[in-house]
């Protein structure tokens, strides 16, 4: 696939499938204002191309995120949260808007904005042996990166209250019983099923399926009638 990078942000196209690739592995591909930027950047391709069909999302090396840089948010912690908020909550809502389906690939530890940044995603494939955890209390911080949005939808409030105030971790099967993820492969498969699994997405339908997403997303706060009536006009 033809490859371009920016700031630790690795952008590709392989014919309609285009990915974003995390690429700061010495770090466990935490978060700061620059690949925040970038994240955003790659994002805005992504989303500015009108011949994507499918989306995969992933990152180098033995974790998928474990959330924001520490050390740049001590150091200067009010510009640099809200910098960096600001790069990865742009990057969500255009990855979330689109009518191409988005797939998550993760490995390793999944905490913080990585767990938030996965559950924006459409699917999620998970390597055997990765962990998840809500992480932010271990930093005095709450959530960001669309985490306290998403979990009370995917778990319920009662599970997603449980996991977000004691931050415990889960590990993979666990994960896929709650319904964080939709498989569990073995780890040294996830890069070819993801990749399948996208090729899979891009052949179908896809302003069908963009509008499938719009439906699911609006589903929790419409009554009956109003979706009803967002089913005929999509249809």
Known sequence: PEKASAGSVLHWREGA???VRLS???ALNAVDRERAGAFLAAC???AAD?????????????AFMAGGDIGEMQADPARAAQQLIAGMHGGIRLLTAMDAPVVCAVQGAVAGGGLGLMLSCDLALAAEGTRFGVAYPLIGASCDCSTSWNLPRVLGLRKAMELALLADTV??????????GNRVVAAQSLEA???AMVQRLARGPTRALGAMKKLLRSAL?????????AEAAQF
């Open 50 to 62: 009108p011949e994507v069909r499918a989306v995969l999302l992933s990152a180098e090396g033995r």
């Open 24 to 26: 700061r592995p010495e």
């Open 17 to 19: 499938v285009e990915g």
């Open 171 to 180: 590990d993979a099967a666990q994960a896929l019983q709650l319904g964080l």
């Open 44 to 46: 805005e391709q992504v």
């Open 193 to 195: 099923e993801a990749l």
């Open 221 to 229: 706060h419409n009554d009956l009638d109003e979706h009803l009536d």
